[in-house]
């Protein structure tokens, strides 16, 4: 049984939710927090298909103090899901985080368990995540840590989520300082990082889009993730309700873990990010096509 409150974020995706609830089942935690943005009248069969998802709490069959946050009216995303967490940290001073579409592996919670207590107040962590989504491990480590913010299933404390600012997030101070080029290995990731927050500024001020802003706090309190050997939670995709692309996310990966229990044996030495992860990520994941692939992408883009 998970000794780690969860809390369970949904909408109107029973086909998602319904696998990320049944891993939470299998796992068992002694708590869960279920909470439910309300489905939108206007969009067909949006109401149908959130009241399923709400049914799923007569599916929990297990020892569990169950808590729900229901919503009566449909509030935007990012009021959402930030009032989701804020709802959780306020009544928790840790726990696990899981949207609809994220699935998680038993050894997800285990090592969520075995890590959560042991960097409760180390503050140079904020963020246990479940995510090796490039499923390599140059360290050798059972852990790493990173400058990355992978949140496809993660885990973190109330005492980091009150300590973001959320009224004034100094991105024009976090430029300017050249931040990036003291937390990445080159230089291309750190101007990749600046451009990115060039372009989301008057975004992120304007939606509070939690995501993007508690790992902006991160790299202003030079704060790392810890991520595990091996990957074990899937994010089954970004189709759905709250994207204009209807398509599969490239972070879609099966985890590579074949035990339930996840075994720590051999901790790094010291709370300092592995750059060699986070370039390779950054690599497969997050750089740019250059400007030939890009016109020949468009080019059979075009012709399908």
Known sequence: MVETPV?????????YALQTFNGIRAAQPK??????????????????????IRTYIKKIDWDCEVHTFFRDECVDVYTSLKSAIDWFFENEEQG????????????????????????KNDYRVWCISGDNIIQE??????????????????????????????????????????????????????????SFLIQKKDFLNSTKCWDYIFGLAMDQYGAVTIQPKEHLVK????????????????????????????????????VIADMEHDYRTYCQLLRKPNIVKRIIHKILKSIR
Not at 7 to 15: K, N, Q, S
Not at 98 to 110: G, H, I, N, Q, R
Not at 143 to 152: C, D, E
Not at 240 to 257: F, I, P, T
């Open 7 to 15: 809390l369970f974020i949904t909408f109107v995706r029973p086909d």
């Open 31 to 52: 708590k869960l927090y279920f909470y439910s943005n309300k489905g939108r009248a206007e969009k067909e069969g949006e109401i149908v298909r959130n009241e399923e």
């Open 96 to 119: 696990i985080i899981l949207e609809e579409d994220c699935v998680p592996t038993k050894a997800f919670f285990s090592y969520v368990d075995q890590l959560i207590n042991k960097f």
């Open 137 to 194: 491990n140059p360290s050798g480590y059972d852990y790493f840590y990173s400058h990355l913010h992978a949140m496809y299933g993660w885990a973190s404390w109330r005492s980091r989520w009150q300590m973001v600012n959320w009224d004034n997030l100094h991105i024009d101070e976090t430029i300017q300082s050249h931040l990036y080029e003291r937390l990445f290995k080159t230089k291309e990731q750190a101007k990749a990082k600046e």
């Open 235 to 270: 994010n089954i995709g970004i189709q759905g309700q709250h994207h204009k692309k209807a398509e599969v996310s490239k972070y879609n990966r099966d985890s590579n873990c074949a035990s339930d229990i996840f075994t720590i044996s051999n901790d790094p030495p010291f």
